[in-house]
């Protein structure tokens, strides 16, 4: 990942990056790309969500943020490379003494299901390719 192809913003200043973001088609996940980088044949975007919902699944009560992690998720081809998302997603703490979630990662349910390691519109292109054309799971 030697050739980073977008700069990245301050952290104070979260300005998207529109082309990167128009191009790559990442504001249909709800994810804004920070920075990119070329690796051979494998395309790293850096991103984070536009939008976090802060609210424990245990509870509901509203959480503050404890730290981040990177989840990372296989997209889609981008100009004939596989592409690899690394969302940047903030892990909560629960601070209600009457639930049992503590500690939790935010979901970002627009882009992948909690545990899922490819998005959305992997799995809906996967299924085509296999329904429409025939394709084997290996291809």
């Known amino acids: 990942m030697s050739h980073p192809t977008v700069t ?9 990056n529109l082309v990167a ?6 504001v249909e996940l ?3 790309i920070d920075n990119a980088a070329d690796a ?12 976090v919902d802060l609210n424990c699944p245990g509870c509901g009560h509203a959480c503050r943020v404890r730290d981040h992690v990177e989840r ?3 997209d889609l081809p981008i100009a004939g490379h596989p592409s690899l998302l690394h969302v940047r997603v903030p892990r ?9 979630v503590t500690i939790f990662r935010a979901s970002i349910p627009q882009a992948a299901d909690d545990r899922q390691t490819v998005t959305h519109r992997v799995t809906r292109w ?14």
């Open 8 to 16: 990245s913003a301050p952290a104070s200043a979260c300005a998207p």
């Open 21 to 26: 973001d128009t191009i790559c088609r990442t």
């Open 30 to 32: 709800g994810l804004s």
């Open 40 to 51: 051979g044949n494998l395309t790293h975007l850096y991103c984070h969500p536009v939008i």
């Open 72 to 74: 990372r998720l296989t």
């Open 92 to 100: 909560l703490f629960c601070t209600s003494d009457d639930c049992e």
């Open 126 to 139: 996967i299924l085509q390719r296999m329904a429409c054309d025939g394709m084997s799971v290996k291809a």
